[in-house]
């Protein structure tokens, strides 16, 4: 049992991303949870991106019988530019599609929160992967922007 913490250092090394809470946008909502969701939602759906899933993390708590604050999570995307950078590298599907959460937290405020594009660009180093985050920056924070006003 010794080896154990070893392994699992050795693992979490071995991880291409792990997220810190610098590499974390995160915005301000004047809106509830559920509003600001559902306009990124119909907004996402309206440039024509793919909705892959809504999770409400609140709704599967309370069917585990525990509590936490409002969290909704949304992956989204475009396979045509999501596939050609996991043609390359399929660690990058790690990552693909995206993912926005919409939370309130213990104040009782709304955020809406991404990871940047920038530091995943950074992670995956396959061609294209900088063009395609860059526009990826570029809507998300256009988005985020529309929805949280």
């Given at each position: ?5 070893k392994i ?34 119909a ?16 709704k ?8 936490m ?13 999501g ?9 990058v ?5 995206l ?22 660009k ?28």
């Open positions: 049992m010794k080896s154990l913490p699992l250092i050795s693992a979490c090394l071995a991880l291409p991303f792990i997220a810190s809470a610098a590499d974390i946008v995160k915005k301000a909502s004047t809106h509830s949870v559920k509003e600001t969701m559902d306009k990124f939602e907004l996402v759906k309206s440039k024509g991106m793919d909705v892959f899933a809504r999770v409400n993390h609140q599967n708590a309370e069917g585990a019988g525990l509590k604050n409002q969290s909704e999570v949304l992956i989204f995307g475009n396979p045509k530019g596939t050609v950078l996991m043609n390359q590298d399929i660690a599907s790690l990552d693909l599609p993912r926005v959460a919409v939370y309130e937290d213990k104040e009782g405020k709304v955020w809406l929160s991404y990871h940047n594009p920038q530091v995943l950074e992670s995956y180093k396959v061609a294209g992967a900088a063009k395609v985050m860059d526009k990826v920056e570029g809507a998300l924070d256009k988005l985020s922007n529309a929805v949280t006003k």
